[in-house]
């Protein structure tokens, strides 16, 4: 076992500006609602679906920027991260931005996992100003891990959509606003699920594992937050995370939110298992979570974000699917 | 401009242990003879070049906790990445490490993104022991980035070879060893240069701007660094960022090494301008430069480690090459 199970960000960094960006399906679903902006045009005025999302990403950092009033040149560092080959989505979005740039790859976790450095690199007094950024695009994410969208391929109910959608937060040193409090770093689980279309039986673990290592390490009950937030485990990962952490003495049945799972009417939206990507959970985070935060509604919440570290290859030679969940507690 | 441009590390973590490992190509090299261990076997054991390279990274990080007379449970956090499609080598070496997982992506720059964390990790008090980690190998590089190996295509004087190779780091909060003790996060520069078979021209002046921060920020010349490294610029990088620093009236000349330069007898071993990869300038940071600052023989260097951050599609969308290079100082 490792020595040191949790991180905890003792000055206690500030979340002084966040925004979310939207596509339109995800627009009209039933957080459409809370989103800075929904966007009607796939391509995001751009003439590739890698363009596009490389666009969707950095408008939702300028937004966030824009509703701190904050410069851009304030900012120390972005930490990125996207599930397109090589993280390109990022590095595009990012490049003329002429600041710092750590690119981070942790799949669908990479909003808690870009938002857990931003808090380290703040609260150690490294940067005085860090943003965290995730994207995904339903298009970029088929073309690349899929089937091409004209193919029309059938879906099994255990599948994902992944959603057009981008987050973005601005982490400072000082301020007054909701506070990172600390955070747990991802182990990988791989418990053998060998179907990529069963995203979240392959992840749910990997947050079981995370969430039930922070309540030990900080002595806390699932009661002592208002919401423990998954990221993408969906309506099928939902229901065998509360069932493992259950056996473990544990239930997080009533405070419990997947934002795979709030992010579409599967039934109306033909969604199926529901939705997934880097941008599903760090859009809900920045629509949803961190408002009711500010506003008061929320006192405490652990925003646990769940990724599957796989490739479009790697199936195919036979491996089975590590996921990884890391964790960031947030605090009103 | 950035508020903050270099990360000091005031506690000075240690580096505690390393090892490399690289494949026979690079063990008939000019640096052969420096490495812990070098494999014949391409497959390293293992059925396919993608479960060759995690295999290479997992043995090399193994063989420094072995050199180290370390236990993989006394890790508070990998940090590691490479140049593969989801960064899949690394996530698939680590998952059965049961520590802590942050994926990076820094393309060839990984390695000094990566200790750069690394160091950061334990200097913060966040982590005890951390260890940095890379790899890259010739075949699954190929595959992805360019042509079928046996398609046989012809590679012009500028494409540089991707090394099989890897290194592994284990940074410790305490200990009597070589110091980090600074380090910066690089910017993303893009020129232009649109020729996927031209990386060193694309990412020397992401080396510019990182090494004259780093040097402007702390006063100090380049005649107090035993050596300047950068990791892959090659023979057609290297006088390229030599000539943009002299512009800026900063002659590195006498201390610059480049690792792509480094690794191979470019015209006994028909490399062309010299290695490239994520485990370029790890294992030859880990055979030649740490040792020689564990000996004594050097006293101070900067280890700028550089990369392009494209993918295989986007030069066929008309993309441009941006370029990124993150240092970490390390003192014996």
Known sequence: MPEQQIIRLGHQPRIES?????????????????????????YFGEKTWEQAESRLQSDTLELALQKGQIRSGELD?????????????????????????????????????????AGILTDGGYCHKVAAVTSSHFS????????????????????????????????????NAPRLTGG???????????????????????????ILRYLTETGTKPEDYDAIVTGDLGHVGSPLLVDLLLKQGVDIAKVHCDCGAMMFDDKQQDTHAGGSGCGCSGSIL???????????????????????????????????IPGISHLVEISA
């Open 18 to 42: 966040y925004a979310s960006i939207v596509g339109q399906k995800e627009g009209e679903g039933p957080m459409g609602g809370c989103f800075d902006s929904v966007q009607t045009d796939p």
């Open 77 to 117: 560092c972005i930490v990125a991260g996207d599930l397109i080959n090589q993280c390109t989505a990022s590095a595009f979005a990012m490049r003329s931005s002429e600041v710092p740039y750590l690119g981070v790859f942790g799949a669908c976790s990479t909003m808690a996992e870009s938002l857990l450095l």
């Open 140 to 175: 970029t994410a088929e073309r690349q891990f899929r089937f091409p969208l004209s193919y029309g391929g059938q879906r099994p109910p255990s599948a994902q959509w992944t959603c057009t959608a981008s987050g973005a937060v601005v982490v400072s040193a000082t301020g």
């Open 184 to 210: 747990c770093i991802g182990r990988i689980q791989d418990l053998g699920v060998t179907d990529a279309n069963n995203m979240g039986t392959a992840m749910a673990p990997a947050a079981a594992d995370t």
């Open 286 to 320: 920045c629509g949803y979570f961190l408002p009711k935060l500010q506003k008061g509604e929320f006192r405490r919440i652990l925003f646990a974000a769940t990724g599957a570290l796989l490739s479009a290859m790697s199936p195919q030679q036979g491996e089975s």
